[in-house]
């Protein structure tokens, strides 16, 4: 049983174009994570969330806690982008962290 | 510049051989963890530490072994009794647990 599920699992994009992450979760949670892992498979966090929008540069992530899903979106993609994308959440009873199995993204110029 | 710093980044190891795994953190983190990450899978917790000289298991803790003798260390240990090692380890830090997580960028470990 997987507490976080993702889709897809592999992404193909043409430079420039819009892209959506998903992410659904089924424990209760404290907080919400997207990771960044780049082929070199050093992770950064790229937002850390418990309610609503968060916007950085070309990524927005978004939230709803009622419906236990989460989206990362990446506008006018570049080829920059290709990495594994991972939802990670923090269960709000132990402070346990879940990951998803990871999204790979792959940006054509 | 603050951040985790993990070696070897590749690593080889005969069965039947120990290995230790280093992670060394200047953020000045109290919570270190070490995940373990194979292949169509979530990333595993194998041990973590909130506070020197005291660790717990994770969800994978057999065949493995840490230490916490200092804020900024946390060696992993593979042992011999791990029966399959070969995988990808990710040490990683946070101000306390269950907060904002900060990453290596790993060590790949195989078996020969």
């Known amino acids: 049983k997987n507490e976080v599920e993702q889709s897809p699992q592999n992404l193909t994009a043409q430079e420039g174009e819009f892209i959506t992450i998903n992410c659904s979760y089924s424990v209760g949670i404290s907080a919400l994570h997207w990771l960044q892992q780049h082929p070199g498979g050093g992770i950064v966090s790229l937002f850390m969330l418990s309610s609503g929008k968060k916007k950085h540069g070309r990524l927005i992530a978004t939230i709803n806690i009622q419906e236990k899903h989460s989206s990362l979106h990446i506008t006018a993609s570049h080829p920059r982008d290709s990495a594994v994308y991972i939802c990670?959440?923090?269960?709000?009873?132990?402070?346990?962290?879940?990951f998803g199995t990871g999204t790979s993204l792959t940006v054509i110029p | 510049d603050g951040g985790i710093t993990q070696s070897p980044k590749y690593l080889f190891r005969k069965e039947g051989q120990n290995v230790t795994l280093s992670c060394e953190q200047n953020?000045?983190?109290?919570?270190m963890y070490w995940y373990r990450q194979d292949p169509g899978q979530g990333l595993r917790l194998i041990y973590y530490?909130?506070?020197?000289?005291?660790?717990q298991k994770g969800d994978i803790a057999e065949g493995y072994s840490v230490s916490r003798e200092k804020k900024e260390s946390f060696p992993l240990t593979v042992t011999s009794a791990q029966k399959n090692p070969t995988a990808f380890y990710l040490c990683?830090?946070?101000?306390?647990?269950?907060?904002?997580?900060?990453f290596g960028e790993g060590s790949r470990l195989t078996v020969l």
């Open positions: 990670a959440v923090r269960e709000n009873t132990g402070n346990q962290f879940y």
């Open positions: 990683a830090s946070s101000i306390g647990r269950g907060r904002e997580l900060f």
């Open positions: 530490s909130q506070i020197v000289n005291d660790f």
């Open positions: 953020l000045n983190h109290d919570a």
